[in-house]
């Protein structure tokens, strides 16, 4: 049974930083991307950050409106997916899903995924 489970959201301040964990189960961890995505109430599901397999290595990909301030990776010994988030804005504000694809066409379209997790929340505020 292929399991994803989030954790490590909560309250931060604006400019601050959280850090997500995505501990995965089920699947041959190496062959999938893994991605977060966000959605904020009233908004659409973003696709946010991918990290997916490329030749023998793992390659990262970013939507334009995290690039530099989020960091995805991974601990391959214990299958999990990480989410450094920094210098967090108001807009950040959300709810936090990593989910995993063999093969997915668009790294960051949420229709590509396969499996789910059920979220965590973050909020920034002051």
């Known amino acids: 049974e292929v399991q994803l489970v989030e954790s490590g959201g909560g309250l931060a301040q604006p400019g601050g930083s959280l850090r997500l964990s995505c501990a995965t189960s089920?699947?041959?961890?190496?062959?999938?991307?893994v991605g977060w995505f966000r959605q904020a109430p009233g908004k659409e599901r973003e696709g946010i950050a991918s990290?997916?397999?490329?030749?023998?290595?793992?390659?990262?990909h970013y939507a334009d409106s995290v690039k530099g301030r989020f960091t995805i990776s991974e601990e391959t010994v214990w299958n999990t997916v990480y989410l450094r988030m920094n210098s967090l804005k108001p807009e950040d504000t959300a709810m936090y899903y990593c989910?995993?694809?063999?093969?997915?066409?668009?790294?960051?379209?949420?229709?590509?995924?396969?499996?789910w997790g059920q979220g965590t929340q973050v909020t920034v505020s002051s």
């Open positions: 990290i997916y397999p490329r030749a023998n290595d793992r390659m990262t």
């Open positions: 089920g699947f041959t961890f190496s062959n999938y991307a």
């Open positions: 989910a995993a694809a063999p093969t997915p066409y668009s790294l960051l379209d949420s229709t590509q995924y396969w499996f």
